[in-house]
């Protein structure tokens, strides 16, 4: 029996075999934000710049369309948050996909006993399963659904008796659509919602909520709609004006980029259409 | 909530006040100041090891409530931000209180234990919960008999959770345990006894076999 040393530092003597790579070796930055050094060996608990991130997710990543490496938060909250989110949007993606395949089988059986042909063509496409995306999808989801709008309209209108084109639908996160594209049939979508907003008081914009949420709701409504950046920018008026914010589920960290300018320059769809 | 809710949630330490404060959040969370709630929580479980040892359940049920009644989670946010702030300071926390050192690490493995996310542990506490359980696996710490207590029933607690997340600092933590047993000077006989055992579990797969309870938990029959 051998007795090695121990060093402070967990990352093994020459004598025992060597660990996988640490899910930080490459990172540019820590989770902190800051450039990480450029040293094999990770910090052990006891180093004096102890920059443990807190968990073994990647600490910083890159939109294809953002200015460069994001680094996520570290704080434990926003942590756990974002963890919720994810797990949710995974189960999310393997029961639609599940989904597809039952039609895909029914379709199947119906034609190859001559039936009618089925609603849409949905041969398996690819479906979008980037996390980065898929997250960013669905906080826009989100905040449309936090609305007393959504509310209302689904307690009115429930879902089996949703008419095409006349009842507004949501996007699809896991089809694949350009970035301008998705924001578009968001912003759609969520100004179609403005039709279940509750009666007004005569002149006022604002949704009547009790004073104390009022108060809340205020705080988080500023912060939400600062940090959600260009995204709701343009909306900006619908926000204020139409789309009054029940509590939301969580707070959000800024988003990436957003093609204001291409979104301004495309022609708005038809409000008419909207009932 | 009555003589059993309580003792279920372990508040009968807390002041009158406080308790109808707690008993309002589980039953009214948006009601009440969750940040102050959370706060009051984490003192009191830095203080009160009894309390630290199971406050895990009433941080559960004050999410739930809070996430079914309006969708948030204020309360999840701010006992994990404070939890995270006395994470940061620990080594400053265990040399003013060895006590509330031990405290503080039974209360985020209890923590981790019960919060879970969509049925998955927290991944964002896996890290520091070893970083905690590495530190009590220092000399220093394992001379002191109550941190090696503590140790060890963490380790009953949640270790198989926590290997499952991260196995390779497991491996790297029962390398440490291994060495203190063997070498570690100043070691008491029952703090020997407690590693032995806790290596013995793991290698038992987490599991409590027949011999190692009569020989560890068993009176001894003469």
Same mark, same amino acid.
């Given at each position: 029996?051998?007795?090695?040393?121990?060093?402070?530092?967990?990352?093994?003597?020459?004598?025992?075999?060597? /660990?996988?790579? %640490?899910?930080?070796?490459? %990172?540019?930055?820590? $989770?902190?934000?800051?450039?990480?050094?450029?040293?094999?060996?990770?910090?052990?608990?006891?180093?004096?710049?102890?920059?443990?991130?807190?968990?073994?997710?990647?600490?910083?990543?890159?939109?294809?369309?953002?200015?460069?490496?994001?680094?996520?938060?570290?704080?434990?909250?926003? $942590? *756990?948050?974002?963890?919720?989110?994810?797990?949710?949007?995974?189960?999310?993606?393997?029961?639609?996909?599940?989904?597809?395949?039952?039609?895909?089988?029914?379709?199947?059986?119906?034609?190859?006993?001559?039936?009618?042909?089925?609603?849409?063509?949905?041969?398996? *496409?690819?479906?979008?399963?980037?996390?980065? *995306?898929?997250?960013?999808?669905?906080?826009?989801?989100?905040?449309?659904?936090?609305?007393?709008?959504?509310?209302?309209?689904?307690?009115?209108?429930?879902?089996?008796? %949703?008419?095409?084109?006349?009842?507004?639908?949501?996007?699809?996160?896991?089809?694949?659509?350009?970035?301008?594209?998705?924001?578009?049939?968001?912003?759609?979508?969520?100004?179609?919602?403005?039709?279940?907003?509750? /009666?007004?008081?005569?002149?006022?914009?604002?949704?009547?909520?009790?004073?104390?949420?009022?108060?809340?709701?205020?705080?988080?409504?500023?912060?939400?709609?600062?940090?959600?950046?260009?995204?709701?920018?343009?909306?900006?008026?619908?926000?204020?004006?139409?789309?009054?914010?029940?509590? %939301?589920?969580?707070?959000?960290? $800024?988003?990436?980029?957003?093609?204001?300018?291409?979104?301004?320059?495309? /022609?708005?769809?038809?409000?008419?259409?909207?009932? | 909530?009555?003589?059993?809710?309580?003792?279920?949630?372990?508040i009968q330490s807390f002041d009158a006040e406080t308790q109808q404060l707690l008993k309002t959040a589980l039953k009214d969370p948006s009601s009440v @100041?969750?940040?102050?709630?959370?706060?009051?929580?984490?003192?009191? #479980?830095?203080?009160? =090891?009894?309390?630290?040892?199971?406050?895990?359940?009433?941080?559960?049920?004050?999410?739930?409530?809070?996430?079914?009644?309006?969708?948030? #989670?204020?309360?999840?946010?701010?006992?994990?931000?404070?939890?995270?702030?006395?994470?940061?300071?620990?080594?400053?926390?265990?040399?003013?209180?060895?006590?509330?050192?031990? =405290?503080?690490?039974?209360?985020? =493995?209890?923590?981790?234990?019960?919060?879970?996310?969509?049925?998955?542990?927290?991944?964002?506490?896996?890290?520091?919960?070893?970083?905690?359980?590495?530190?009590?696996?220092?000399?220093?710490?394992?001379?002191?008999?109550?941190?090696? @207590?503590?140790?060890?029933?963490?380790?009953?607690?949640?270790?198989?959770?926590?290997?499952?997340?991260?196995?390779?600092?497991?491996?790297?933590?029962?390398?440490?345990?291994?060495?203190?047993?063997?070498?570690?000077?100043?070691?008491?006989?029952?703090?020997?006894?407690?590693?032995?055992?806790?290596?013995?579990?793991?290698?038992?797969?987490?599991?409590?076999? @027949?011999?190692?309870?009569?020989?560890?938990?068993s009176e001894v029959t003469d």
């Amino acid at each position: 029996m051998s007795f090695r040393q121990r060093s402070p530092h967990g990352g093994g003597t020459s004598s025992s075999p060597q /660990p996988p790579p %640490r899910w930080s070796q490459g %990172r540019k930055r820590g $989770a902190d934000g800051k450039r990480r050094k450029q040293n094999g060996t990770d910090s052990s608990v006891f180093d004096e710049n102890e920059h443990r991130p807190s968990d073994n997710r990647l600490d910083s990543f890159t939109t294809p369309e953002g200015p460069g490496p994001l680094s996520r938060c570290s704080d434990w909250g926003t $942590a *756990v948050e974002e963890d919720e989110m994810r797990t949710s949007v995974n189960k999310e993606i393997a029961r639609y996909r599940r989904k597809l395949l039952i039609n895909e089988f029914s379709r199947e059986r119906k034609s190859s006993s001559g039936s009618s042909d089925s609603k849409e063509s949905t041969v398996m *496409v690819e479906l979008e399963t980037d996390e980065v *995306v898929l997250m960013r999808r669905q906080k826009q989801i989100n905040y449309g659904k936090n609305t007393i709008a959504y509310d209302r309209y689904i307690k009115e209108v429930p879902r089996c008796h %949703r008419i095409p084109g006349v009842h507004p639908r949501t996007p699809n996160k896991f089809k694949k659509y350009s970035r301008r594209s998705w924001d578009q049939q968001i912003k759609l979508w969520k100004v179609a919602l403005h039709s279940w907003d509750p /009666p007004t008081e005569e002149g006022c914009d604002l949704q009547e909520i009790s004073p104390v949420d009022l108060g809340e709701m205020e705080t988080e409504s500023i912060g939400s709609n600062s940090t959600e950046s260009q995204t709701s920018s343009q909306d900006n008026d619908d926000t204020y004006s139409g789309t009054p914010t029940k509590v %939301r589920h969580v707070d959000y960290q $800024a988003e990436g980029e957003f093609d204001l300018e291409a979104c301004l320059s495309e /022609p708005l769809k038809d409000f008419n259409t909207v009932s | 909530m009555g003589e059993t809710g309580k003792e279920e949630y372990r508040i009968q330490s807390f002041d009158a006040e406080t308790q109808q404060l707690l008993k309002t959040a589980l039953k009214d969370p948006s009601s009440v @100041d969750l940040e102050k709630v959370a706060n009051i929580i984490v003192d009191q #479980s830095l203080q009160d =090891c009894v309390f630290s040892k199971e406050a895990g359940r009433i941080c559960y049920t004050i999410i739930q409530a809070e996430s079914k009644q309006v969708g948030q #989670s204020v309360f999840r946010r701010s006992l994990l931000n404070r939890l995270q702030q006395e994470y940061k300071d620990r080594e400053e926390l265990r040399s003013r209180s060895l006590q509330a050192w031990i =405290c503080y690490v039974t209360f985020i =493995c209890n923590i981790f234990d019960y919060l879970r996310v969509n049925n998955m542990p927290m991944m964002a506490l896996v890290n520091p919960v070893y970083d905690c359980l590495f530190r009590l696996a220092q000399p220093d710490s394992l001379r002191k008999e109550e941190e090696v @207590d503590c140790l060890v029933l963490q380790l009953h607690r949640i270790g198989e959770q926590l290997e499952r997340m991260n196995s390779q600092r497991m491996d790297e933590l029962f390398s440490l345990l291994r060495d203190g047993f063997l070498l570690q000077e100043g070691l008491s006989s029952l703090s020997q006894l407690l590693l032995l055992e806790i290596i013995e579990f793991r290698a038992a797969d987490w599991k409590m076999t @027949d011999a190692a309870q009569k020989y560890y938990y068993s009176e001894v029959t003469d």
